[in-house]
């Protein structure tokens, strides 16, 4: 299930939002959309994960152990996706099927498995490319690691100077 990235008071509140939509805008641009396109891709991605994050756990929840620890059988979570072969998924990346899987958000996955749909593909894409792009990004190009470090200071209000050799080599 692709968690919103940022907290659930970001599309909540609308607490760091528009640092938020910068970053995102930001990774779309480094992923070779023009300027026009890489705001209104971060607007549609933002309002993607906003429909997710209103059912998500608040971020205080996501430390309690009784929240996060729920324990679905296979066959539940499988017909929350009648479209996908989870089976298939699970095979050919080598892993033996569980009858119980552990899930740490229950409305999170029962929220998306409503978004899992054709009529949301491109939304969906979108998510992917992001969620790409913030998990390799940093090892494509130092951009990518620029604008971390740029929302990381926006949003914790550090105005610091991060050397990027620094990271690379600790």
Known sequence: ?????????????????????????T????LGDDEVSAQENAQAFFEFEKALAKNMLDTHQTNNIQAVYNVLSYNKIS???????????????GFESEEKIVVSDT??????????????????????KIRMAVEIGETLNEDFLRASIEFDNAITGIDSEYIIEDYILS
Request: hydrophobic letters at 35%.
């Open 1 to 25: 299930v692709p968690t919103p990235l940022a907290p659930k008071e970001t599309y909540t509140d609308g607490k760091h939002k528009d640092e938020y939509l910068k970053y995102i805008s």
């Open 27 to 30: 990774l779309f641009s480094l």
């Open 79 to 93: 017909s929350l996706f009648p479209d996908f072969d989870m089976g298939k998924l699970i095979n050919s990346c």
């Open 107 to 128: 409305r999170l996955l029962e929220s998306f498995s409503h978004m899992y749909s054709q009529s949301n593909l491109e939304a969906l894409k979108l998510a992917m």
